[in-house]
Nanobody, 125 residues
Framework: QVQLVESGGGLVQAGGSLRLSCALSGRTLSIFAVGWFRQAPGKEREFVAAISGSGAESTYVESVKGRFTISKNNAKNTAFLQMNGLKPEDTAVYYC??????????????????WGQGTQVTVSS
């Protein structure tokens, strides 16, 4: 049984940084593309970033390019989202996600195989 557990959310002032972690259990992380979605109150879930199984490829939504960096440590079965230059509009619940089939699946949330429980990120102005 694959499980994803996020950690690292919290409250931060605008311009600050947070690092989210996503620990995968039940399988080896290297066979999954892993990424993050976020959902703000009253809005649809939005893709944020994803990284391939090997870690060689990554993709980001335009609004976080240059501020967020996704990475993974396959040996530790953990993926990370480093968030710098946070803005109030980044406030949301952030969900870790994983799929067997690769990065293109992150453009269609219904194709995601596994989801974490979410972690709250709040950015104050």
């Amino acid at each position: 049984q694959v499980q994803l557990v996020e950690s690292g959310g919290g409250l931060v002032q605008a311009g600050g940084s947070l690092r989210l972690s996503c620990a995968l259990s039940g399988r080896t992380l290297s066979i999954f593309a892993v990424g993050w979605f976020r959902q703000a109150p009253g809005k649809e879930r939005e893709f944020v970033a994803a990284i391939s199984g090997s870690g060689a490829e990554s993709t980001y939504v335009e609004s976080v390019k240059g501020r967020f960096t996704i990475s993974k440590n396959n040996a530790k079965n953990t993926a990370f989202l480093q968030m710098n230059g946070l803005k109030p509009e980044d406030t949301a619940v952030y969900y870790c996600a994983a799929t067997w089939r690769g990065l293109p699946d992150f453009q269609t949330p219904s194709r995601i195989d596994y989801w974490g429980q979410g972690t709250q990120v709040t950015v104050s102005s």
